[in-house]
């Protein structure tokens, strides 16, 4: 006798899982080296598409004995062959941009010691190196070297610098009466003599942006250069106005504006608007100014938003990085504080930390939204944050990512950790920490991300210094992968079939997109394997259940398997089919760059799992229909917290027809349940319970799920729970037997009350003495209040009213005062008594006259709780009483018996001759003496005045002597002949 039976796909689950791989591969890492001893080469790093350009701002200087910085080029096109490059320094090969270089290099005026040649380079976007030498300097008369700063800009056919801080006649300036910080009106200002432009710089396809920090007594500011035409075509680039930040009053002395220098469109109109940091600014905080420079020199920067940090000390403003990472089109903010400490009671230092900002627009207003902070590894002294690098969108997830810096990390051999962005902003957790064996400082510079090797997937390039290496990481493209199990024709497969075709498929997309390159195959390995119905064995296919699998990305490859059903089987339950993918073997070991390797999204799925229910006894047409009544019912209607009553509800489904396949029930929840049955699962607060397939007719099940009591409020009321009944073999219309729902009412309640004492007495004697001396009387108002449950009661309000001509020597925690009461709100659990301690003051200098009037003064205090069902109230008096006074009888007999022996005493003393005694001789030169010592100790206060005076005349010589803007300039005529 054959079974009827008949196939349907009733259940598929996904699986999430993926053990993705590093986006940069670490082994087959290019080192890049000076061909000659070179100090700090790897202090600035800056790659573009024809190279990686190197600064070592402290090297010598091959041409000459001095140590002018030197930068170097290094090739970066043959990256698969090449792991230890030699970088040679500009201006000694024979290529036509070295002989332009060069000619400007045997400049004596131009080239000069210790200026930091290299200490900032950036690539321009027509593939220039733009180079800067913040402490290049300028002679003035014999005793002055102004560090004005200059920058250079080198491309294959013209060398240019750029001399920003060079005008004689704003060296220094006189201050006005605006802004007392910078001394009195008339104070000698350096303004651009020690400027160091070129200190930092950001060069965007629309401007070169040039930190000066030094500007204006250190006040710091920026200089702004434009390009003629749009990406440099035209190597000349127009200065803008310098802006004078001793207008701008968000900045002062000694505050480095311009220590780090970014640029980015927040708004919708589209302007490129500057980013400088202020490590020192906002009193030691840290500040960045957000600004759209103004036209007029003297006037203040046009600040459009300022971010301020919130950690003294922190250098909060170091280094910036403008990116979008939340993938809204608007550039974000992320900004860099290498000096932050975490504050969790164990002692750190520098740990260092970047800040995120999100950028919201709105018409023509944009505002910057804090979003935490990202901080590596948190080792101290790490200095995480010391640079931060955009590098684009590397695993195609639509948001871009960046590199941070943590140089002294893992003792001071340094680490780059990757952190992606998302929708929210990056994500706290890193994805990538990368570290070089026997590297110092490394991650001190970080370049902007590049695609050197055209996978779609920009490279890598860090920076150092103290090992004079530089590297190149390359990054491996992203494939998103995901499993899945098909059973075509499910639903029409013969009566009689006791086999069925299932297709095992694996998907697999690029999600960074392959272009340019046709050849460029990304291929996958993994090994596959199957799992079907591993507990009683119930149905099983010819072929192996595990093998090995390669996809090359884009393509999809499904793997067609014959699963039979033994005719025998109890089919009562599902037969469950599982197809798992594991990653093939790491990528991370070989020395050499995995070509045609691709790595996994963070959202591949590669397990999946297909439920089949096989269904019987459906009647002759063998098309089951079931009907199901769904119930659903609170434990308790209502739910009194602290009772024994039960927080939860009952749902029941009976089955009154043909038996019930794959039905189940969604379950909407107030509040997390306490446990829940095997039969259902949770997923954010929605509980989905799985029939028992079958369900017979007249069978029923029934779910009690108690659930947690979360809310922390006395107020009365409702939680809702809504059940929706899922049943695939209905196909009536009626929608309302599908949906339940109830209210259960949460109803606090707690019995309170409230007793007072006063201490020490209720009554106190005040003594005479103690009046008299017009001091305070001190005493205590104790008052208790009581919840007897059962329920916890939170916010509970209570006032408080104060007696008058007292006052309370110390505050209330959860008071607020409001003129002679305090309203004060607490939360108090049940069966807990709140005390609550009234230190009370009475001045006796004040109001002593009330009390002496009427000899006793009541000091009373009140205190109410007002609730809607209950009203209490307590009051405790203290009655000062004052002491009765003395009679004055005694007194006056005494000072008359006084009187009367004075006078006898008088008589008999003048008889005598007492009151006509002489004046002591010595007196007059005792007073002498003291007149000397007195002018004596004067002369020595003077003295040492005027030697506090020379020493600081000493101290004004090392000072700039300008004058004014007249005498400079007449200054630089005499220099001229
Ligand atoms: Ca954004
Ligand atoms: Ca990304
Ligand atoms: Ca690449």
Same mark, same amino acid.
């Given at each position: 006798?054959?079974?009827?039976?008949?196939?349907?796909?009733?259940?598929?689950?996904?699986?999430?899982?993926?053990?993705?791989?590093?986006?940069?591969?670490?082994?087959?890492? @290019?080192?890049?080296?000076?061909?000659?001893?070179?100090?700090?080469?790897?202090?600035?790093?800056?790659?573009?598409?024809?190279?990686?350009?190197?600064?070592?701002?402290?090297?010598?200087?091959?041409?000459?004995?001095?140590?002018?910085?030197?930068?170097?080029?290094?090739?970066?096109?043959?990256?698969?062959?090449?792991?230890?490059?030699?970088?040679?320094?500009?201006?000694?090969?024979?290529?036509?941009?070295?002989? @332009?270089?060069?000619?400007?290099?045997?400049?004596?005026?131009?080239?000069?010691?210790?200026?930091?040649?290299?200490?900032?380079?950036?690539?321009?976007?027509?593939?220039?190196?733009?180079?800067?030498?913040?402490?290049?300097? #300028?002679?003035?008369?014999?005793?002055? +070297?102004?560090?004005?700063?200059?920058?250079?800009?080198?491309?294959?056919?013209?060398?240019?610098?750029?001399?920003?801080?060079?005008?004689?006649?704003?060296?220094?300036?006189?201050?006005?009466?605006?802004?007392?910080?910078?001394?009195?009106?008339? #104070?000698?200002?350096?303004?651009?003599?020690?400027?160091?432009?070129?200190?930092?710089?950001?060069?965007?396809?629309?401007?070169?942006?040039?930190?000066?920090?030094?500007?204006?007594?250190?006040?710091?500011?920026?200089?702004?250069?434009?390009?003629?035409?749009?990406?440099?075509?035209?190597?000349?680039?127009?200065?803008?106005?310098?802006?004078?930040?001793?207008?701008?009053?968000?900045?002062?002395?000694?505050?480095?504006?311009?220590?780090?220098?970014?640029? %980015?469109?927040?708004?919708?109109?589209?302007?490129?608007?500057?980013?400088?940091?202020?490590?020192?600014?906002?009193?030691?905080?840290?500040?960045?100014?957000?600004?759209?420079?103004?036209?007029?020199?003297?006037?203040?920067?046009?600040?459009?938003?300022?971010?301020?940090?919130?950690?003294? *000390?922190?250098?909060?403003?170091?280094?910036?990085?403008?990116?979008?990472?939340?993938?809204?089109?608007?550039?974000?903010?992320?900004?860099?504080?290498?000096?932050?400490?975490?504050?969790?009671?164990?002692?750190?230092?520098?740990?260092?930390?970047?800040?995120?900002?999100?950028?919201?627009?709105?018409?023509?207003?944009?505002?910057?939204?804090?979003?935490?902070?990202?901080? %590596?590894?948190?080792?101290?002294?790490?200095?995480?944050?010391?640079?931060?690098?955009?590098?684009?969108?590397?695993?195609?997830?639509?948001?871009?990512?960046?590199?941070?810096?943590?140089?002294?990390?893992?003792?001071?051999?340094?680490?780059?950790?990757?952190?992606?962005? *998302?929708?929210?902003?990056?994500?706290?957790?890193?994805?990538?920490?990368?570290?070089?064996?026997?590297?110092?400082?490394?991650?001190?510079?970080?370049?902007?991300?590049?695609?050197?090797?055209?996978?779609?997937?920009?490279?890598?390039?860090?920076?150092?210094?103290?090992?004079?290496?530089?590297?190149?990481?390359?990054?491996?493209?992203?494939?998103?992968?995901?499993?899945?199990?098909?059973?075509?024709?499910?639903?029409?497969?013969?009566?009689?079939?006791?086999?069925?075709?299932?297709?095992?498929?694996?998907?697999?997309?690029?999600?960074?997109?392959?272009?340019?390159?046709?050849?460029?195959?990304?291929? &996958?390995?993994?090994?596959?394997?199957?799992?079907?119905?591993?507990?009683?064995?119930?149905?099983?296919?010819?072929?192996?259940?595990?093998?090995?699998?390669? @996809?090359?990305?884009?393509?999809?490859?499904?793997?067609?398997?014959?699963?039979? =059903?033994?005719?025998?089987?109890?089919?009562?339950?599902?037969?469950?089919?599982?197809?798992?993918?594991?990653?093939?073997?790491?990528?991370?070991?070989?020395?050499?760059?995995?070509?045609?390797?691709?790595?996994?999204?963070?959202?591949?799925?590669?397990?999946?799992?297909?439920?089949?229910?096989?269904?019987?006894?459906?009647?002759?047409?063998?098309?089951?229909?079931?009907?199901?009544?769904?119930?659903?019912?609170?434990?308790?209607?209502?739910?009194?917290?602290? #009772?024994?009553?039960?927080?939860?509800?009952? =749902?029941?489904?009976?089955?009154?027809?043909?038996?019930?396949?794959?039905?189940?029930?969604?379950?909407?929840?107030?509040?997390?349940?306490?446990?829940?049955?095997?039969?259902?699962?949770?997923?954010?607060?929605?509980?989905?319970?799985?029939?028992?397939?079958?369900?017979?007719?007249?069978?029923?099940?029934?779910?009690?799920?108690?659930?947690?009591?979360?809310?922390?409020?006395?107020?009365?009321?409702?939680?809702?729970?809504?059940?929706?009944?899922?049943?695939?073999?209905?196909?009536?219309?009626?929608?309302?037997?599908?949906?339940?729902? @109830?209210?259960?009412?949460?109803?606090?309640?707690?019995?309170?009350?409230?007793?007072?004492?006063?201490?020490?007495?209720?009554?106190?004697?005040?003594?005479?003495?103690?009046?008299?001396?017009?001091?305070?009387?001190?005493?205590?108002?104790?008052?208790?209040? #009581?919840?007897?449950?059962?329920?916890?009661?939170?916010?509970?309000?209570?006032?408080?009213?104060?007696?008058?001509?007292?006052?309370?020597?110390?505050?209330?925690?959860?008071?607020?005062?409001?003129?002679?009461?305090?309203?004060?709100?607490?939360?108090?659990?049940?069966?807990?008594?709140?005390?609550?301690?009234?230190?009370?003051?009475?001045?006796?200098? &004040?109001?002593?006259?009330?009390?002496?009037?009427?000899?006793?003064?009541?000091?009373?205090?009140? =205190?109410?709780?007002?609730?809607?069902?209950?009203?209490?109230?307590?009051?405790?008096?203290?009655?000062?009483? +004052?002491?009765?006074?003395?009679?004055?009888?005694?007194?006056?007999?005494?000072?008359?018996? *006084?009187?009367?022996?004075?006078?006898?005493?008088?008589?008999?003393?003048?008889?005598? %001759?007492?009151?006509?005694?002489?004046?002591?001789?010595?007196?007059?030169?005792?007073?002498?003496?003291?007149?000397?010592?007195?002018?004596?100790?004067?002369?020595?206060?003077?003295?040492?005045?005027?030697?506090?005076?020379?020493?600081?005349?000493?101290?004004?010589?090392?000072?700039?002597?300008?004058?004014?803007?007249?005498?400079?300039?007449?200054?630089?005529?005499?220099?001229?002949?």
């Amino acid at each position: 006798m054959s079974m009827r039976v008949e196939f349907s796909v009733l259940l598929i689950i996904n699986v999430l899982f993926c053990e993705c791989s590093n986006v940069y591969h670490e082994s087959s890492k @290019i080192v890049y080296r000076p061909d000659d001893a070179s100090e700090y080469f790897g202090y600035s790093v800056s790659l573009s598409k024809q190279r990686l350009i190197v600064g070592a701002p402290k090297a010598r200087s091959r041409l000459r004995r001095i140590s002018s910085g030197q930068v170097f080029r290094c090739p970066a096109h043959d990256l698969d062959t090449n792991h230890n490059v030699t970088c040679l320094p500009i201006g000694v090969s024979e290529e036509i941009e070295d002989r @332009i270089f060069a000619r400007s290099f045997a400049r004596e005026d131009l080239f000069k010691d210790g200026m930091w040649f290299g200490a900032a380079v950036s690539a321009t976007p027509n593939g220039a190196a733009f180079i800067c030498a913040p402490r290049w300097t #300028t002679p003035y008369k014999d005793t002055h +070297l102004l560090q004005n700063g200059m920058c250079f800009m080198l491309a294959s056919r013209m060398a240019k610098e750029y001399l920003p801080l060079v005008d004689r006649s704003r060296q220094a300036f006189l201050s006005d009466e605006q802004r007392s910080e910078y001394g009195e009106f008339g #104070t000698h200002l350096n303004y651009y003599a020690y400027g160091q432009a070129g200190f930092s710089v950001k060069v965007s396809e629309s401007s070169v942006i040039l930190g000066a920090p030094g500007l204006v007594q250190w006040t710091g500011g920026v200089v702004e250069y434009r390009p003629i035409d749009k990406n440099f075509k035209n190597s000349y680039l127009s200065k803008q106005t310098t802006i004078n930040s001793y207008y701008t009053k968000e900045v002062g002395p000694d505050e480095y504006l311009g220590y780090s220098v970014e640029s %980015g469109v927040f708004d919708k109109n589209g302007t490129n608007l500057i980013v400088a940091g202020a490590p020192r600014s906002h009193f030691g905080y840290g500040q960045v100014l957000i600004f759209e420079p103004s036209i007029r020199e003297n006037s203040p920067l046009n600040i459009k938003y300022k971010v301020v940090g919130d950690q003294l *000390g922190a250098y909060f403003g170091a280094t910036l990085c403008c990116t979008d990472i939340n993938g809204d089109g608007v550039v974000d903010l992320m900004v860099g504080a290498p000096n932050y400490v975490r504050k969790d009671g164990v002692l750190h230092y520098d740990q260092g930390a970047v800040y995120v900002y999100l950028t919201n627009t709105q018409e023509t207003h944009f505002s910057l939204e804090a979003r935490g902070y990202i901080s %590596g590894s948190e080792v101290s002294g790490a200095r995480f944050g010391s640079s931060i690098a955009d590098l684009g969108d590397i695993d195609g997830d639509g948001f871009n990512d960046i590199a941070v810096g943590a140089p002294w990390d893992d003792d001071g051999k340094g680490a780059v950790y990757i952190y992606r962005g *998302g929708r929210n902003g990056l994500n706290k957790q890193y994805v990538q920490r990368i570290a070089v064996e026997d590297s110092r400082t490394f991650g001190y510079s970080i370049s902007k991300g590049v695609d050197m090797d055209e996978n779609n997937c920009s490279d890598l390039a860090v920076g150092a210094y103290n090992v004079s290496e530089a590297y190149i990481f390359r990054c491996i493209p992203t494939v998103f992968v995901s499993v899945s199990i098909i059973v075509p024709d499910a639903v029409n497969l013969p009566v009689n079939a006791t086999n069925f075709t299932a297709l095992f498929c694996v998907n697999s997309t690029p999600r960074t997109t392959i272009k340019n390159k046709a050849e460029w195959l990304m291929q &996958l390995g993994f090994t596959a394997r199957i799992t079907i119905d591993t507990k009683e064995n119930r149905a099983s296919f010819n072929g192996d259940t595990e093998y090995d699998l390669y @996809i090359a990305a884009g393509n999809e490859n499904c793997d067609e398997k014959i699963v039979m =059903v033994k005719p025998t089987a109890d089919l009562s339950r599902p037969i469950s089919i599982k197809f798992y993918l594991e990653d093939n073997g790491s990528l991370e070991d070989s020395q050499k760059f995995p070509q045609n390797a691709a790595r996994l999204s963070a959202d591949s799925v590669l397990q999946t799992s297909f439920d089949i229910q096989l269904r019987r006894d459906c009647g002759e047409d063998l098309i089951c229909k079931p009907l199901l009544h769904m119930s659903l019912e609170p434990l308790s209607s209502t739910y009194v917290p602290g #009772t024994n009553d039960t927080l939860g509800f009952r =749902v029941s489904i009976l089955n009154s027809e043909e038996p019930s396949y794959g039905a189940k029930v969604h379950l909407t929840l107030p509040s997390p349940p306490k446990r829940l049955p095997s039969e259902c699962s949770l997923d954010d607060l929605v509980v989905t319970c799985h029939l028992p397939a079958p369900l017979s007719r007249s069978e029923s099940v029934e779910w009690e799920i108690e659930l947690e009591y979360t809310y922390r409020d006395s107020v009365a009321k409702e939680l809702k729970v809504v059940a929706n009944l899922e049943d695939p073999l209905y196909d009536g219309t009626d929608i309302e037997r599908k949906r339940r729902d @109830i209210a259960i009412l949460i109803k606090p309640e707690a019995k309170l009350a409230v007793t007072g004492k006063a201490l020490p007495n209720a009554t106190v004697a005040v003594t005479r003495d103690k009046f008299s001396e017009r001091g305070n009387m001190t005493l205590v108002h104790y008052f208790e209040v #009581t919840n007897f449950g059962p329920s916890d009661w939170f916010r509970l309000p209570v006032q408080i009213l104060l007696p008058e001509k007292t006052n309370l020597s110390s505050q209330i925690k959860g008071c607020q005062e409001l003129g002679p009461s305090l309203e004060c709100t607490w939360d108090l659990p049940a069966l807990v008594s709140m005390p609550i301690v009234l230190p009370l003051r009475f001045d006796m200098g &004040l109001y002593g006259k009330l009390l002496q009037d009427n000899s006793q003064f009541n000091i009373t205090t009140k =205190v109410v709780i007002n609730l809607e069902a209950q009203n209490k109230t307590e009051h405790i008096t203290t009655t000062l009483v +004052l002491e009765p006074a003395p009679p004055i009888w005694p007194y006056v007999v005494g000072g008359i018996a *006084g009187i009367i022996l004075l006078a006898v005493m008088i008589l008999v003393f003048h008889k005598y %001759g007492f009151f006509s005694r002489n004046r002591p001789g010595n007196f007059n030169r005792l007073k002498d003496q003291e007149t000397d010592e007195a002018s004596s100790s004067g002369t020595t206060l003077e003295e040492t005045r005027s030697t506090d005076t020379a020493e600081e005349s000493v101290s004004g010589a090392d000072e700039p002597t300008f004058l004014t803007e007249t005498s400079s300039r007449g200054l630089l005529a005499d220099n001229a002949t």
